[in-house]
């Protein structure tokens, strides 16, 4: 809250609250904190907001919502270590719904300040898309494949730069995947497709990409990014945590419990564990310690518990 009241001095306060150098002193004195921020949907639709905890879980409050109409099918990514980026999607028309023709697919592309507690625009994509693959890798955005407007499988990425501002359209694979998911590796960017054997690998050093026979079919429907693993959730697995180690190019399973009155529908990670998020609103979390000495077994997680359903959750520092 004293961020957001000295934001609003003046506009010379508000830039030095979201400059490099203030960053980078807050990082030297020990000052920066980890906040996990939660985007979550309330039945039916109807309210759609963020809440925000602390790494000991108490709620701080509510990030201000997206600007425009409610979205689906978006990104959401963090730049920097600190900033919230929300990417495309579309928006339904007339209350139609996705398998239709129309739906309106989106190019905006927003990002959250949590020193100035406030979104603004950034450039446009070039081409608008929604259920696509995106990681940040080497501090550059990258969006993969999608959907457009009418429903038609994109064969193209764009990679964003902070820096610039801008958008530069990149050639992928020419690879058909539904709603796949991407992450950073050893500075390389992993893209994997539902529906696919393979993993796409891109190098930004070389600008070339490979791939990667994983021998399975993948229906990945939620995963995160944690001590240098990939952890996620597969229709082809009822009941266990699919986990994907890609310096070893080794995949195994966790062992999942059940739950009464629903089942696990997202995956997150909150100080250096693995969340694991009902379906079913105010429902518990359970957590999955990463640390090999002190991992024990799933454990019920008392200080998350969100208010509404359907999340997406990432993790700032600021």
């Known amino acids: 809250s004293s961020f957001r009241s000295l934001s609003l001095v003046c506009r010379r306060w508000r830039s030095f609250l979201r400059s490099e ?34 790494s000991s879980g108490n709620k701080l409050g509510r990030i201000p919502p997206v600007p425009g109409p409610l979205k689906r099918g978006f990104g959401v990514a963090v730049l920097d270590g600190g900033k919230i980026v929300f990417i495309g999607g579309y928006t339904e ?18 990002e959250f300040d949590p020193a100035a507690n406030r979104w603004r625009k ?35 990425a764009e990679v964003y730069n902070p820096e610039t501002n ?13 709603r796949g998911f991407a992450f950073s590796f050893s500075s390389k960017l992993y893209v994997v497709g539902n529906g696919s054997r393979y993993v796409d690998i891109y190098d930004p050093k070389t600008e070339t990409w490979d791939k990667l026979n994983t021998e399975q079919l ?33 995949w195994s399973s966790l062992y999942v419990p059940p739950r009464q009155g629903g089942f696990w529908f997202r995956l997150g990670v909150w100080n250096d564990k693995v969340l694991l998020f009902s ?21 019920v997680c008392d200080q998350i518990k969100p208010s509404a359903s359907h999340l997406t959750s990432v993790v700032i520092n600021f």
């Open 93 to 110: 028309v007339e209350g139609s719904e996705i398998n239709s023709t129309t739906v309106s697919a989106s190019a905006d592309v927003y």
């Open 218 to 250: 993948l229906s990945v429907y939620s995963y995160t990014v944690a001590g240098n693993k990939v952890y996620f959730m597969d229709r082809n697995m009822p009941g266990r945590l699919g986990v994907f180690d890609p310096e070893e190019n080794s």
């Open 166 to 178: 801008q958008w530069s359209l990149m050639d992928c694979p020419d690879r058909v995947f539904w």
């Open 279 to 299: 379906r079913v609103c105010r429902y518990e979390t359970l957590t999955y310690d990463l640390d090999k000495e002190r991992r024990l077994k799933w454990r």
């Open 122 to 156: 950034l450039a446009d994509m070039n081409i608008a898309r929604y259920n696509f693959a995106f990681a940040e890798v080497g501090g550059l955005l990258y969006v993969i494949r999608g959907y457009s407007t009418v429903a038609n499988s994109l064969f193209n």
């Open 21 to 54: 150098h203030f960053t980078a002193v807050r990082k030297l004195t020990g000052t920066v904190e980890e906040f996990l921020c939660v985007l979550m949907e309330s039945q039916c639709g109807r309210d759609v907001y963020w809440e925000v905890l602390d």
